[in-house]
């Protein structure tokens, strides 16, 4: 059993910032990359942001600069600290994981999501 439990979107002004955590608990064997995507609606879901094992972060063109990601190891946590929030960012934002079961075998696996909503 895999849990990714996402915490952290709400309403905010544009211009503000949030700050998303993702812990991520089961049967996970190694963590291979984390990361963040999004869904607005009547789009398709896109990569906001990731980050491997190594700490190599990989951004959005849209949110680079503004967008932050980050993991704690320990925690198996990880982290999307969202600045100068535009209308556009409004989605629900979708917790990623690829790990590696007991057999060394990658998986991937979702969080349930959670909502931001930038107001102009």
């Known amino acids: 059993q895999v849990q990714l439990v996402e915490s952290g979107g709400g309403l905010v002004q544009a211009g503000g910032s949030l700050r998303l955590s993702c812990a991520a608990s089961?049967?996970?064997?190694?963590?291979?990359?984390l990361g963040w995507y999004r869904q607005a609606p009547g789009k398709q879901r896109e990569l906001v942001a990731d980050?491997?094992?190594?700490?190599?972060?990989n951004y959005a063109d849209s949110v680079k600069g503004r967008f932050f990601i980050s993991r704690d190891n320990a925690k198996s946590t990880v982290y999307l600290q969202m600045n100068s929030l535009k209308p556009e960012d409004t989605a629900d934002y979708y917790c990623?994981?690829?790990?590696?079961?007991?057999?060394?075998?990658?998986?991937?696996?979702w969080g349930q999501g959670t909502q931001v909503t930038v107001s102009s």
């Open positions: 990623h994981l690829v790990g590696l079961d007991r057999f060394g075998v990658s998986f991937d696996y």
């Open positions: 980050i491997s094992g190594g700490g190599r972060t």
């Open positions: 089961g049967s996970i064997f190694g963590i291979v990359i």
